[in-house]
């Protein structure tokens, strides 16, 4: 599977500028992940860390989840990996998570995304409320922070890939 990115356009409305980044960098994660076994997914970026390329596929699924089913739409959709219990869940992998899994409930997590995003305009707020806050949330707003979300860890996914085999890119 090669994962084609493109540059979201300089001359786009809003919507569609935040959109296309948002994409880019969904994709950037996915392309970092490329080509890798799943025990190469698995790897631990550096003790005591459990952070891994794997681990940081199934945290975005579960913020995709959060933000986009949650907030945004108001539905009722557990977290996937993470608990009260054990809220870092998504990066404590066993040799039976598979990348196919992972990828999987991802893509799943990003179709209901973006079709929760396209019943709302940027300024329209939220159906459900932030679970700390309590605020609700315009789309804009969900959109900005998921792009600096992806952002961030796709810094770490650059450090863990250039671990794993040297790969270093865009």
């Known amino acids: ?12 409305d ?25 025990a190469q ?17 199934r945290h975005m699924a579960d913020v995709e989840r959060s933000w986009y089913r949650r907030v945004l739409a108001g539905e009722e959709a557990p977290p996937l990996y993470f608990s009260d219990e054990d809220p ?11 990348w196919q899994e992972a990828y999987t409930i991802w893509q799943a997590e990003l179709a209901a995304a973006r079709q929760a995003a396209a019943g709302f305009a940027l300024d329209d707020l939220s159906k459900g409320r932030h679970r700390r806050t309590g605020q609700r949330m315009s789309l804009r707003w969900i959109h900005t922070h998921m792009i600096e979300e992806y952002a961030r860890h796709n810094g770490h996914a650059d450090l863990i890939r250039e671990r ?6 865009d």
């Open 88 to 98: 870092d869940a998504e990066f404590h992998l066993t040799e039976a998570d598979t």
């Open 14 to 38: 809003e919507r569609s500028m935040l959109e296309g980044w948002l994409e880019f960098h969904r994709r950037t994660l996915a392309v970092k992940c490329e080509g890798l076994t799943d």
């Open 41 to 57: 997914l698995r790897t631990a970026s550096v003790e005591p860390s459990p952070l891994s390329l794997m681990g940081l596929v």
């Open 164 to 169: 794993i085999d040297g790969a270093t890119g």
């Open 1 to 12: 599977m090669t994962t084609e990115r493109r540059m979201p356009a300089v001359d786009a």
